[in-house]
């Protein structure tokens, strides 16, 4: 099964400070997303990628930066984080081979609080 | 630009009864319908797939199917469990030339009592 691995599993920071979400996939899946959850938005795209240097806005990207340095690594920063962007956030891949029937594999998520 | 909709935020059901999760969308591409499964503290992970016009799927009990009539892929057990007690996403990924871009619903909160 395909293995999405996040750190920091939990993570508190102050306003203003700079975060980075790190995310590491096994499985060579071209296509990397970075969601959060928030209760009653569902899962949100922030930020998504289809290889290695590729980098694409989400649907809510303003606060945030992305960076896939590899096929393996997929990075979220908040350079100056606030109190808005505490949330659970999700990494995910898909195999990305075409025609849309792409499964999503998530990681275990990162809770965020900014204080 | 593509939109998922499910209607119910919270169900709340006893063991043993039949439930239907809603779930339309908007797209003007040919769609992939999803759904996903979240049990608390837990990844999302897929329950079921298609993009086969009126053909049922099914995993794990579950079963939906995709109308493209009627832009809809609702979500149907006949008999939940108190393990079905979790949060589901329904998922849209449009056939759009390689531009995947997944749209998720907000989600339905399942509540199974005994």
């Known amino acids: 099964e395909a293995a999405v691995t996040q750190s920091p599993r939990n993570k508190v920071a102050v306003t203003g400070g700079k975060v980075t979400l790190s995310c590491n996939q096994t499985n060579n899946h071209n296509n990397m997303y970075w969601y959060r959850q928030d209760t009653g938005h569902g899962l949100r795209l922030i930020h998504y990628?289809?290889?290695?240097?590729?980098?694409e806005k989400g649907d809510i990207p303003d606060g945030y930066k992305a960076s896939r340095p590899s096929q393996e690594n997929f990075s979220l920063i908040l350079e100056l984080a606030t109190p808005s962007q505490t949330s659970v956030y999700f990494c995910?891949?898909?195999?990305?081979?075409?025609?849309?029937?792409?499964?999503?594999?998530f990681g275990s998520g990162t809770r965020l609080t900014v204080l | 630009g593509d939109s998922v909709t499910q209607t119910e935020g919270l169900v709340t059901l006893t063991k043993g009864l039949p439930v239907m999760l809603n779930c339309t969308y908007q797209t003007t591409y040919s769609p992939f319908l999803f759904w996903y499964v979240q049990h608390l503290n837990e990844a999302p992970k897929l329950l079921l797939k298609?993009?086969?016009?009126?053909k049922r799927t099914e995993h794990q009990g579950f079963y939906a199917t995709l109308h493209k009539s009627s832009s809809s892929f609702h979500l149907q057990k006949s008999s939940v469990q108190l393990s079905d007690s979790a949060l589901y996403f329904c998922?849209?990924?449009?056939?759009?030339?390689?531009?995947?871009?997944?749209?998720f619903g907000k989600g339905t909160s399942l509540v199974v009592h005994p």
């Open positions: 998922a849209l990924s449009p056939f759009s030339g390689g531009n995947y871009k997944p749209t």
């Open positions: 298609s993009s086969t016009d009126n």
């Open positions: 990628s289809y290889g290695a240097g590729s980098t």
């Open positions: 995910a891949s898909g195999e990305g081979t075409g025609g849309g029937a792409e499964t999503l594999y």
